[in-house]
Structures are given as structure tokens and as C-alpha cells.
């Protein structure tokens, strides 16, 4: 047996549809980018892109005119724009996740999707520092929270959780860009070397840096492919950790809580998981990747948000519990008021989405049922945005004085820059989706039974490893097995 051939006693399946070639995983991922693009796929491109610019129109007028046409206000200063930046910084946390921290426990299955939520992540993290540096209200002085010395002997405040917000998030952006790139190396040289227009070759050749595939650049690969996944793995924790220092290390009923740190990274992993969900079952539709996105992948994604949306679940309940056992009768006016008061709608559509709707997936028949999983997906999400906003405008709204005490409204501008932003991610995912390998070709072929040299296939005697023999094995295999996604499906 090789050692990635599955345990079929424990109720083990395949990673890759049975008879699938090391050829065909080849060109199922690369055709995507050699052919022209689908019609829904423009489709879906003119209207994110529409968004796009009406981001642009917005950003322009609101950086003209000042924060002022938000609807941000006395009390509520941070509404929607700080929202929105913990909402995607959430949701770009899967990518590290599945790409660092099940690599270092040798869990294959993230094969399939690992270069979907690296992609994700990037495009995320670019989406959430778009509403700090708004924020700041004059976006060319942004550099100031750097360490960079002046003639105005102005210095950055370290002791600020806010500076602690920009050396976080932007040390999780260079390692995840970083991350995501060492791992396309390979695929980019299999594009290049599969191009026939001499530009395509030489702008593949170019992102590929020389790669031949030699022993050498394999060792160096896996070495730095290795480094990467350990410095990446404490991010997991720590970025969402800090942005959730930003509420924690205030005063503020409703944030002086020290629960936050493990309660933000349980909800970003548990949002992002549903994200990448969402965005791996419609390209899976349309581009036909049944035979590598098997519902074994798709299954293990709603169990690890079923654990997820079940801590986040127990976090709401210890929220309520300890206000209740601090005897602060602030903390507790905050929490019985989220839950009856102004905003008693946002609240228990939050526990709806992030608590209610999860609890599907205990049973096995909806937890394979792909429009089940689409759907909740999608509600999750609604709901982790909903319960961003719970915890800054229902704790700023009622502070301690009734004197101070207002509510929020969203404008025109507060919406339209969110949906730009949902724009701005769609139109970068959609050409990563055009024009870069979806799935991390070389990986996915690693994971395979047949790419162990000590494979002896049944009624076989092995090969000697070369990938012709291979490719004529499971060539040979192919045609004894069809259709293979489905039969394989059923089998499970």
C-alpha cells in the first residue's frame, strides 16, 4: 500500500476521482486559463467590475467631501468602515488556516483547496485595509503610524492596539503573499511550458523564475514552501487576536472582555471557511472540477465549520454569562439591550446565521447536500457580518451617559462603499480565476496513490516512476472507469 493510498477499513475515500491521470489533473486546471473565458464568466466580471467603480466613485468623493457623508457620528464613530475591515480580515483567515496549518499536520485534502483560500486571503486583506486608511479621513498622511523617522520628531504610539493593527495585518499580508506565490512556482512553469503564444510563454516564464523541476529546485521548494507554513501558522492566531485588541483593551461596555482574542479567531476561521466555501462550489460548477473537488473535501470544510460556529455559539453564551457574574450593571445593560433593544434585529440574526443554521451539518445527508452547503454557507456569512456590527454599534450607541446616547443609520455612502469592496474582491478573484491554476496542480498530484514509486496497483507490479508509465497506467485505468466523479461520489 502507498502511503497516501487511502485506509479503505476506517471509511477512507480518494482524493482525486479513481483513474484520474496525472495528465488529466494537468489539464482539467489548465484549460481554465488556455480557453477563452465562459460567458457567465464575463457576465460575472461586468458587474463586479461595475462595482469596482462605483468603489472608486465613492472613495473619490467621500476623500473630497470627509468621512462626514458616512453615517458615522457622536456616539457611534466607528459604524460600518470598522465593520467592514474586521468582517474581511475574518474572512481572508481561512486561507492561512487551510494553506499553513493543515500542511504542517499532513492533511492532504487541502490540496484541492488551499490555492482557492491563498487567493482569497490576499484579496481579502487588500479589501480590509481599504477602511482603516479611509477612516484615517486623510489617507496621504497613512504613514504616519510608521516608524519612520521625520522632521516633525512625531512618533508612533506603540502602546496603541491600532498600531498594533497595522504590523499585524500587514506582516499576515507579505507572508500570505509570499505563501501564495511559492506555491504557484510550479504551476506557472507547467503553464509556460504548455503555452503557444510566445507573450503567454514569456510572462509565465517570467512568474516561474526559472523553474525546471530538477532535484534542486524541488529540495529549495519544499524547504521554503516548509519555513513559510511555520511562520504563517502563529498568524492564525495572532492577527485576528490583535484586531480583536482593538475592542478588548478599551474601557467600553461590551468590549472590556477577555474572551475576545480566542472568540475573533474562531469566528474568522468559521467565516472563512464559508467564504471559500461559497466561491469553490460555483467554480466547481462551472469549470467541471468534480474529479478534484470531491465531496470528501466539501464535507470536511462543514465539519470544521460545524466545530467552529459551535465555539462561536459558546462565546455569545459566556459574553452573557459573565456580564451577568461581573455585577457591572454596564456590561449588563449592554447585553440584555443587544438582545431587546434598538438593534434587537441584528443580534438575533446573528444568532440565527452563526449558530441556528450550522447545526445542519450533524446530520450526514445535508451535510453532503451541495445546495444545503451553498446556502448556509452564505447565511454564515451574512451572519458574521452581522455580528461585527453588534459589537461595535449596540456597545457605542448606549454608552454610560443617556446625555450621549444615538443611533446609527448607514447612508448611500457607508452602502455603496461596501458593496464596492464586494466588487473590488469578485473582479480580483474572477481574474485569478481566468488567468492562474484555481488548484495547485503539482500538489494535488503529490497526494495521489500513484505517485508513490512503491505503488503496485491491483494485479500490477509497480512502475519505475517515470511519468510515461504513469500516464499510460492511468490512462488505461481512465477508460475502465467511467463516469469516474460520480461512481466515485456514490461509492462514498
Known amino acids: 500500500m502507498a502511503y497516501n493510498e487511502p485506509i479503505t477499513e476506517l471509511g477512507e475515500g480518494t482524493l482525486v476521482s479513481k483513474g484520474t491521470s496525472f495528465r488529466e489533473i494537468t489539464e482539467i486546471v489548465s484549460k481554465v486559463t488556455e480557453q477563452k473565458a465562459p460567458r457567465g464568466w464575463w457576465i460575472l466580471f461586468g458587474i463586479s467590475a461595475t462595482f469596482t467603480a462605483v468603489l472608486g466613485a465613492t472613495v473619490g468623493y467621500l476623500v473630497w467631501t470627509g468621512i462626514g457623508v458616512w453615517g458615522n ?222 465531496i470528501r473535501h466539501l464535507e470536511l470544510m462543514n465539519k470544521i465549520m460545524l466545530t467552529t460556529g459551535s465555539l462561536v455559539g459558546y462565546a455569545y453564551a459566556m459574553e452573557f454569562f459573565i456580564a451577568w457574574y461581573s455585577g457591572n450593571p454596564y456590561e449588563r445593560y449592554v447585553f440584555i439591550n443587544r438582545a431587546t433593544g434598538d438593534y434587537w434585529w441584528a443580534y438575533w440574526s446573528m444568532i440565527t446565521c452563526n449558530v441556528i443554521s450550522p447545526q445542519l451539518f450533524w446530520f450526514k445527508k445535508l451535510r453532503r447536500s451541495i445546495p444545503v452547503m451553498f446556502v448556509v454557507s452564505i447565511i454564515i456569512n451574512i451572519g458574521m457580518w452581522f455580528e461585527r456590527f453588534v459589537i461595535i454599534v449596540t456597545s457605542l450607541h448606549n454608552d454610560y451617559l443617556p446625555s450621549a446616547w444615538g443611533n446609527f443609520s448607514p447612508t448611500l455612502f457607508d452602502i455603496t462603499t461596501f458593496l464596492g469592496s464586494l466588487g473590488l474582491f469578485f473582479t480580483a478573484f474572477l481574474l485569478f480565476l481566468r488567468w492562474m491554476p484555481m488548484i495547485a496542480i503539482a500538489e494535488v498530484k503529490m497526494v495521489i496513490p500513484e505517485a508513490d514509486p512503491h505503488y503496485h496497483p491491483e494485479g500490477g507490479h509497480g512502475h519505475d516512476g517515470s511519468p510515461h508509465q504513469m500516464d499510460e497506467e492511468h490512462d488505461a485505468a481512465t477508460a475502465e472507469a467511467t463516469p469516474k466523479a460520480k461512481a466515485d461520489e456514490e461509492e462514498e
Not at 98 to 115: E, H, K, P
Not at 132 to 152: A, D, E, K, Q, V
Open 73 to 294: 457620528n457622536s456616539p457611534v464613530a466607528w459604524a460600518w468602515d470598522i465593520t467592514n475591515f474586521v468582517w474581511w480580515i475574518g474572512i481572508g483567515h481561512a486561507g492561512t488556516l487551510i494553506s499553513a496549518v493543515l500542511y504542517l499536520f499532513r492533511q492532504y485534502w487541502r490540496t484541492a483547496i488551499n490555492r482557492f483560500s491563498e487567493a482569497m486571503t490576499i484579496f481579502a486583506v487588500i479589501c480590509a485595509l481599504l477602511f482603516p486608511t479611509i477612516h484615517t479621513g486623510r489617507p496621504w498622511f497613512i504613514y504616519y503610524p510608521l516608524p519612520i523617522p521625520n522632521s516633525m520628531n512625531m512618533w508612533p504610539n506603540f502602546k496603541s492596539p491600532l498600531l498594533w493593527d497595522v504590523f499585524a495585518v500587514s506582516t499576515y499580508f507579505t507572508v500570505s503573499l509570499l505563501f501564495w506565490y511559492v506555491g504557484l512556482i510550479p504551476d506557472f512553469a507547467t503553464l509556460r511550458d504548455r503555452a503557444t503564444h510566445k507573450v503567454r510563454r514569456w510572462i509565465y516564464g517570467f512568474l516561474a523564475l526559472g523553474w525546471r523541476g530538477s532535484n534542486r529546485h524541488w529540495s529549495n521548494y519544499e524547504r521554503s514552501y516548509l519555513i513559510l507554513a511555520a511562520l504563517s501558522t502563529p498568524l492564525v492566531l495572532s492577527v485576528h487576536s490583535v484586531v480583536s485588541f482593538d475592542f478588548a483593551t478599551s474601557v467600553e461596555p461590551g468590549w472590556h472582555t477577555t474572551i475576545f482574542p480566542p472568540y475573533f479567531v474562531a469566528g474568522a476561521v468559521f467565516s472563512g471557511f464559508a467564504m471559500v466555501m461559497t466561491l469553490l462550489l460555483i467554480a466547481r460548477t462551472v469549470y467541471g472540477l468534480h474529479d478534484l473537488v470531491r
